[in-house]
Every structure is written in C-alpha cells, then in structure tokens.
C-alpha cells in the first residue's frame, strides 16, 4: 500500500471481515471532545473516545492530487445541552480537528496506529433545535486554506515591531527617504 500504515492494520484491512470506525477529535480552549462512530468507549493514544453511533455522521473525504484544501461537514443529532452549551459559549473557530480510520479485530479491540484521513480547522457550527432534538453541524476547512490567505506585510516600523520587537533599523527609512548621496564623487 501507499499509505504509512502498520503491517497489523494492513492485514485487518485485507482480513475477510473488515470493522471500520471513525474517530473524530475537536481541541476546543477547555478541553477536547473525542467521539467515533460505535457504541461505548474506545480509547487510543491514552484518550478515551465516546460512541456516538449513528448520531455522528461524516461527509466523504475528498482526496486528489492537486494541492487544494478540501474540507469536511461533521453532524451530531441527538446531542445533550451540554453540548449545545459548549457550541454556544466556545470560541471554536480555527481551533484544530482530526478524523482517524480505524480498524477493529475481532474482539472489537482498536489495531494500533489509526490512519489519519483529516487534519484541519473547524470553521462555521450550525446548531438547529426543533424542540425535541439538538442537531449540531460544523464545517471544517483543511490547513492548506491557508494558502488562500494573502499575506500582507508592509515596511513599517510599526509592522516590524510587531514580528521583531527589537529591531529599529526601519525607524530610519523616513530619514532614508530624504538624504542626498553623492555617488562616485569625492
């Protein structure tokens, strides 16, 4: 295979029963929310991640060989208030998040080293409550967004001071500006 995956996790792939599960990670300021996409717990790299079952659906995973950013929709149905709570009162934009394809054998125990399908940033949440459910759907952006970004810079004092704060030498250019240099002459 192409993908940097363990000898173990290749075998349970081309085993004649296969158990998938998605694992999602959301690195909120407070504290992470980890879910997949079974019953119980699981826990992997010391982290216990709730089930969510088939309240936790996930688009597809766009791949392709250009470079360009590729996002993801993740929707919970049937969440708690506490949740919704979370999703109101955090600030969740451009905090990171992870999607991992995993493999179970078969005592439903988790193959080591999960593949990662997604690494990027959480960008809009919805969240609809028509009384008797709380869905919450939230759209996240890969890192190569980024790219899109303009950087702007100017040559400014102001503006180098704010990436190098010692450094003065564009202090000097507004007296730069008016100096008169006699080139080549004695």
């Known amino acids: 295979m192409s993908r940097d995956i363990t000898a ?3 075998a349970e792939i ?3 029963e296969l158990r ?28 216990t991640y709730t089930g969510l079952g088939n309240f936790l659906t996930i688009s ?3 791949e392709s060989q250009k470079l360009e950013a590729n996002g993801l929709q993740f929707v919970l149905s049937g969440v708690n ?16 998040i992870s999607l991992f394809f995993a493999v179970l054998d078969a005592d439903y125990s988790l193959i080591a080293d ?6 990027g940033r959480m960008d809009i949440m919805e969240i609809t409550d028509d009384g008797n459910e709380s869905t919450i759907a939230l759209n ?9 970004e303009s950087k702007e810079r100017r040559l400014t004092p102001e ?13 000097f250019v507004p007296t730069v500006q008016d100096i008169e240099l006699a080139w080549g002459t004695s």
């Open 8 to 10: 173990g996790f290749e």
């Open 14 to 16: 081309e085993a004649d």
């Open 20 to 47: 998938p599960a998605l694992l999602v990670k959301l690195e909120f300021g407070s504290g992470d929310v980890l879910a997949w996409t079974g019953v119980g717990d699981l826990i992997y790299d010391s982290e």
């Open 60 to 62: 597809p995973v766009q």
């Open 81 to 96: 208030s506490s949740l919704v709570s979370l999703a109101l009162t955090e600030d969740y934009q451009w905090r990171p």
């Open 114 to 119: 999960p593949y990662q399908l997604f690494k």
């Open 140 to 148: 996240a952006e890969n890192i190569l967004i980024d790219l899109k």
């Open 159 to 171: 503006d180098q001071i704010r990436y190098f704060p010692n450094d003065k030498g564009l202090n």
